[in-house]
């Protein structure tokens, strides 16, 4: 994690620089609506040494045209400031957003192995929240009050060094308490975020598994594991509030002695003529404007503080390598012939290969079946082949060129993929078909719904393809999720097909039915696919059987069959359950 030094650097150079002009207009804001505020105060000194005491009746008209003058000033340039800070920093989240979502999608599927999405949701949506205080009120505010306190101050000194001096103190030992509490409550605050981040993440994990949690009455742990979790912020927030409570009643406590140390001194002073009633008035009103913009720093400090964890958090994410980065950059706009894995291996820890030196072809027009027990690296092929998955060893070629040569998004244009718990997302079916091909005709819409067997259901609601499927399709059955997203692919006309255990919660009959589909389906593209039941891909061109991650057999089903090794096996075992 970097420095809060080099964090802010790092803001600067690519928040504000960029929004040079803005800064300044802001600042030029600042300063006017700031020394407004100045004259109140000054006027206050005149008011009552000279004006007063001459009986200046236009004299006090005129004081009282130029205080109002000031203060309409102040509120003008106060509103103006707002305005153009606040709309330009939520201006900068919503493209700091679009810029953190880019980077999440772009990043290779191992990545969301590896990271709660829930986090990642905290991180497109709050983190980039930060740079609101850092171009929008906080900026302001800091530069705003450093500079009142600044100009108080020298106002201060020129009407009493010795007065000022002894207010002072007091607002130093100050300073010293709110540097050593923010040193403190920094990491806190760093911390935050990230519990923030995790807690939201399992309650997402929570929901979406509701019938998991539910069907085994695991509500109570899941209560357990969230309470955990929210004490732990809740820890965390104590925390930060006990330092900040300190400063916050320090402060209260020094300004206060403040106030008495002057109102003794400058009486003292006053009765002995070193100073006028008016300039002791005068100096309590200043005093007031160096003190409030310090008070002020304080929380300013812990909003900045908390912004720059939440920037490094997004900076850190925007530095994670897309897969798109590390692709090839070969057009590939040519049909796909030919798929090859050429000594491939593939490890998701160090040292553990689940898959080890696969040599497999599959052509156009090809159907490629991979059987095995559960945990042989079947889903791990497929990966691959759909370019999720980089080979640790080896690789992958497509139509002679090595697959890392070639621009990831052409080859990805060429992909369907259909899997066994496939993905359906809120919304109508329409939309869901939809995604895959948002111009797709009318026509091809409903051969593919056709074709997939989905028109036998979609036609019994009574909203046919508008019905809303709920999230995840939770409002279809795990057969009727399964053909939608056959239809999907059969829309989205890839030349890469892949199915794993595309067909599995499809009940024996509706799967025969599919099964003649998926034959047009398989037609002119290469496929790849892993059933199942064997009985189901029988008349694949080639059958691969996986055992451990190795190839053990391939061949057509009769070769294999006749050969009575391990296919056999397989096939004679799932044909007596
Ligand atoms: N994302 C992952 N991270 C770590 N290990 C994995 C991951 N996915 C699968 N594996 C492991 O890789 C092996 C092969 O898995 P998989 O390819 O899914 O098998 P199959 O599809 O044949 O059932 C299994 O031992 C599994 O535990
Ligand atoms: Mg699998």
């Known amino acids: 994690m970097s420095s809060p030094k080099s964090s802010l650097k790092k803001a600067f150079k690519t928040i504000i620089i960029p929004r040079i002009r803005v800064v300044i207009v802001g600042l030029l804001l600042i300063i006017v609506s700031k020394s407004a505020s100045f004259v109140a105060p000054m006027a206050m000194r005149s008011f009552i040494d000279e004006l ?36 330009q920093a939520q201006y900068l989240i919503t493209e700091l957003r679009a810029e953190v979502q880019r980077k999440v999608l772009s990043l290779p599927v191992r990545f969301f192995d590896n990271t709660q999405s829930g986090a990642l949701v905290s991180r497109v949506m709050k983190d980039v929240e930060g740079v609101k205080s850092l171009v929008g009120t906080g900026l302001v505010q800091l530069i705003g009050g450093l500079f009142t306190a600044a100009v108080a101050f020298v106002l201060l000194i020129r009407i009493s060094p010795p007065l000022t001096l002894f207010s002072l103190a007091p607002l130093a030992l100050f300073a010293v308490v709110a540097i050593k509490a923010f040193s403190v409550v920094r990491p806190v605050f760093r911390e935050r975020g990230k519990i923030e981040a995790e807690v939201k993440g399992r309650l997402t994990e929570t929901l979406a598994g509701i019938r998991i949690v539910k069907g085994f009455h695991a509500e109570k742990s899941e209560e357990a594991s969230f309470n955990k979790g929210i004490h732990r912020l809740f820890d965390n927030i104590k925390k930060s509030m006990i330092y900040m409570a300190l400063v916050s009643s320090s402060s209260i406590l020094l300004a206060g002695i403040a106030t008495t140390v002057i109102t003794g001194i400058g009486g003292y002073y006053i009765i002995n003529d070193q100073l006028t009633l008016g300039a002791f008035l005068q100096f309590t009103f200043l005093l007031g404007l160096l003190i409030s913009p310090i008070f002020q720093l304080t929380s300013v400090g812990t909003e900045i503080t908390d912004a720059l964890a939440g920037l490094d958090r997004t900076e850190e994410l925007l530095a994670e390598v897309s897969e798109y980065d590390t692709s090839g950059s070969k057009a590939f706009k040519e049909p796909l012939e030919q798929l090859r ?8 820890e160090e040292d553990q290969l689940v898959l080890k030196d696969i040599n497999l072809e599959v052509k156009r027009g090809e159907v490629v079946a991979l059987v095995g027990t559960s945990g042989a690296g079947k889903s791990t092929l497929a990966s691959i082949a759909a370019s999720y998955l980089t080979p640790t060893q080896g690789s992958l070629w497509v139509n002679g060129n090595p697959m890392s040569d070639l621009s990831l998004s052409d080859y990805r244009s060429k992909l369907g993929v259909v899997l066994q718990d496939d993905f359906l997302f809120d919304g109508t079916l329409k939309e869901n078909l939809l995604f895959v091909k948002p111009d797709a005709s009318d026509n091809a819409l409903e051969e593919a719904l056709k074709a997939a067997h989905v028109k036998e259901f979609v036609d019994r609601f009574e909203n046919g393809i508008e019905t809303v499927i709920g999230e995840r399709g939770v409002k279809l059955s795990g057969g009727q999720r399964q053909r939608v997203a056959i239809a999907r692919a059969l829309l989205a006309n890839p030349e890469l097909l892949i199915l794993d255990e595309a067909t599995s919660s499809l009940d024996t009959e509706s799967e025969a039915l599919i099964q003649q589909s998926l034959a047009t389906l398989t037609k002119g593209r290469a496929t790849i696919v892993i059933a199942h039941r064997l009985s189901t891909i029988r008349n694949a061109d080639k059958i691969v059987v996986l055992e451990k991650g190795e190839i053990v057999e391939q061949g057509a089903h009769e070769d294999l069959f006749e050969k009575k090794g391990r296919y056999f096996d397989l096939y004679t075992r799932q044909a007596k359950i």
């Open 52 to 87: 007063i005491p001459n009986q200046d009746l236009v004299g006090i008209k005129n004081l009282v045209i130029i205080v109002l003058i000031a203060l309409v000033i102040q509120a003008v340039t106060s509103f103006m400031l707002t305005k153009l800070v606040s709309v």
């Open 341 to 348: 894995f050429e000594g491939v291996s593939y490890a998701y």
